[in-house]
């Protein structure tokens, strides 16, 4: 599980509906039950719906879309196997394909301090004085 050869982020959507996203990825990895991949909601309606709606035990399983790099069929079964794909997009919704593949836990974002970014207080005007001027004791 990796980005190799993405020229565009991996998108998070719901349900498979690829005319609005709802996050994208920010790390994907391997792990010995499968790729776990982390994404980053958008701070919009619809990503807000999305998380309230996993909170409600809603929307709990992924899915993902992805286009065959190298295939063919079980000439015993005659089932499809997928040896490698691209992975295109993920999405969360009720209910998934695989009881693995699940949403394993939602993080609340940290909380940023602008505090930093703030500007200064204004300087206090005193109308008493000759032509406004800053009072030198406040």
Do not use: C
């Not at 020229?7 to 996203?21: C, D, I, M, V, W």
């Not at 992924?62 to 065959?68: C, E, I, L, N």
């Not at 499809?80 to 009720?94: F, H, I, K, M, Y």
Request: charged letters at 25%; hydrophobic letters at 40%; a negative charge.
């Amino acid at each position: 599980a990796e980005f190799r050869g993405r020229k565009t982020p991996l998108y998070l959507f719901r349900s498979h509906e690829q005319n609005r996203a709802v996050g994208r990825a920010l790390s994907l990895t391997d792990s010995p039950e499968g790729p776990v991949a982390q994404f980053r909601i958008a701070a919009t309606p619809a990503g807000d719906e999305v998380v309230a709606e996993y909170r409600e035990g809603l929307l709990s399983a992924v899915s993902v879309g992805f286009k065959a790099v190298m295939d063919g069929f079980n000439r015993t079964d005659g089932v499809r196997e997928v040896r490698e794909a691209a992975l295109l997009e993920a999405s969360v919704l009720p209910i998934g394909a695989y009881d693995g593949a699940k949403v394993l836990e939602y993080r609340e974002p940290e909380p940023v301090d602008l505090s930093a970014f703030l500007l200064p207080p204004a300087p206090q005007i005193d109308a008493s004085l000759p032509w406004g001027r800053r009072n030198p004791l406040l």
